[in-house]
C-alpha cells in the first residue's frame, strides 16, 4: 500500500510533463508572474553528462553496441546508442496492451524535456485549409479555431525557439518567422534538380535549429548530430530553452521521477490537487492547486484523465462526452531509397551541416484532385553521415568475401545512396482508439492504456502514391528501383510507428462531441487544460511540435488571464 503525503502550499498551477507542451507553458506562465509546480516522470535532465554529442563510436565498448555487445543480436537500444533519448517502444514496469487484430507502437520518454531531447525538430505551420477539413472536402471535422486565430502564436513560438526556412509563398506550407537555413549538400541538390523536373516543390527545411545566435544560445556549429542532443542547446529542446530558462526566476518547483496518477477532485468536480507516485519512494503524494495543465503527451494524458473518475465523473474527468480517448490518430509512414550512379566516385567532403536535411518537399498537389484525401511531406536523407553499428550490414550481406576486398566496396559504397520519407495525414476512424485495460496495472499499480488501430483506404492509397512519387524522383536521378510486390499493407508504417500521436482528448465548440473548448479547457472542468498533441482535431501532414508549442503558448496567456480575471 502506498502512503499519502499531501503538500501544504497550493500551488498556481501544476503541469504535468515537460516537453515540448509543458516547457512552453511553464515558461509562459513564469514570465506572467505566475508560480509553477512542474511534475516530470523522469530524471533531471543534465546536458553534458547525458548527451552524447561529439563522442566516437570509438570511445564505447562494442563501439555503441550497448552492453554485451546487445545491437548485434538484435536488441539494443531504441534508436541507438548515442540517440539523446530516455525511453523506448517498451518501458520495464510500464506496459500498455494492444488489443487482437491491431497493431501499435507507442514511445515514451521518461526525463526533463520528454522527446524533444531527440526528436528530428522538423517544424511546420498547419495550413489555413488543414484547419477546417471538413468544410474543404466534407471529412472529419473543423477545428474550433482558425489559422488567423494561431497564426500569432506560430510567430511567437518561431521567434523564440528559431526556426530555419525561407519564405515560398506556398499555401500548404505557410511562411513564418525564419532564420537562414545552410545551403544544400551535394546530395540534396541533385533531388532538388529532380523533384523540380517533376513539378515538385524542393525548398530550405524547416528545422528548430538556429543558426544565428539567439536569446543567449550560440549558433548551431554543424556537427551533424542532432539527434544525440545539443550541449550548446543549438538546436530545440524545452528542457534547455524553456524548463531551465524558468527555473531562474525561482517561481518553478521541479519535481521529477513523479508519475502522475490522477486528478483529484471536490465535491463540485473542480480538481484541487494531483495524485502522483514519488518512484524514488514508492509513496503517494499530492500537490494541491488552483489550476492544472497536461502535458503528458497525448496518450499519457488521455490516461490521466480516464483513470480519474469521480462521484461527478464517472467515466473519467472531462469525459461527459465520450470522446476522451477516441479519434486518435498517427501520420502515415513509407520510406523508399536507392544508390544514385551520380555520387559514385564522389570527392569526399564534410556533409554534417544540420542534424537533418537542408531542404523537404511539401505537398504540391494540395489544390488538385487525387484517389486520396488530404495529403503528404516528403523528407529526404543522404550524405556521409557518422557510421555506427549496422550501417553497411546490407551490403555485407550482399557482397561476398571479407578484409581488404569489403572494406573497398564499402569505401566505394559509402555516401552513394539517398532515401525519402513520406510523412502524411491520417483520418480520424472508429477503430481507432485508447481506453482504459483495467486488468493491467504497471508498477505503480496505474491501469494502462489499451489500443486499437486501423488504416483506411485513404491511408493505404496514400502510401502508394508515394511509392510511385519516390520512385519517380530516383529513377529521374538515375537510379533505379526494384519494385516490391508486398502489398501496401505491409508497406505503410505501424500505428504509432512515427511517433505523432494526435486527437485523443480534441477541442471543439460543442461540449457534447469535444472535451475542450478553444482554449484546450476543459467543457466540464473549468480549472482543466490540455497543452500537447491531444487537443487537436486533425492530424495534418506536418510534424506536430511546432503547432503543440503555438497551441500551449495561446493556452497559457488565456488561462493566465482567466485566472485574473477570477473565473479559473
Known sequence: MFQIQRSAPVA???????????????????????????????????????????????????????????????????????????????????????????????????????????????????????LKPYSRDGIGTDWPITYDEISPYYDKAEKFIGITGSREG??????????????????????QKASQRLGIPCIPNRLAVITQPTNGRPACHYCGECGRGCISASNYSSAQVQVFPAMKTGRVNLITNAMARELITDSEGKVTAVSYIDKATRTERQVKCRTVILAASCCESTRLLLNSKAPRHATGLGNSSGVVGRYLTDNTGFGLGASIPALHGLQRYDSDGMGGAHLYMPWWLWDKKTDFPRGYHIEIGGGYGMPGIGTFAGLAGREEGYGEPLKKKIYDDYGTHVSFAGRGEMIPNADTYCEIDNTVVDRWGIPVLKFHF????????????????????????????????RPVEQKISTGGEIIHEVGSIRMGDDPKTSALNKYCQSHDVKNVFVADAAPFVSNPDKNPTLTICALAWRTAEYMAEEMRKGNV
Open 12 to 130: 498556481d498551477v501544476v503541469i504535468i510533463g515537460s516537453g515540448a507542451g509543458g516547457g512552453t507553458a511553464t515558461k509562459v506562465l513564469v514570465d506572467l508572474g505566475l508560480h509553477v509546480t512542474l511534475i516530470e516522470a523522469g530524471p533531471m535532465l543534465h546536458p553534458e553528462t547525458d548527451f552524447k554529442e561529439h563522442k566516437w563510436p570509438y570511445d564505447y565498448p562494442h563501439r555503441g553496441a550497448g552492453d554485451g555487445g546487445a545491437s548485434y543480436f538484435g536488441h539494443g537500444r531504441d534508436f541507438g546508442w548515442f540517440s539523446a533519448h530516455a525511453g523506448g517502444w517498451q518501458l520495464d514496469g510500464e506496459p500498455y496492451t494492444v488489443a487482437q487484430g491491431s497493431q501499435f507502437r507507442w514511445f515514451r520518454s521518461r526525463i526533463v524535456g520528454g522527446r524533444t531531447n531527440h526528436y528530428g525538430r522538423i517544424s511546420l505551420r498547419y495550413a489555413d485549409y488543414d
Open 170 to 191: 506556398i499555401r500548404s506550407a505557410p511562411d513564418g518567422q525564419f532564420q537562414p537555413c545552410p545551403p544544400p549538400r551535394v546530395h540534396e541538390v541533385l533531388i
Open 454 to 485: 486501423k488504416w483506411t483506404d485513404a491511408e493505404l492509397k496514400q502510401v502508394a502514391h508515394m511509392e510511385q512519387t519516390f520512385t519517380s524522383i530516383i529513377e529521374t536521378m538515375g537510379g533505379k528501383v526494384t519494385a516490391s510486390t
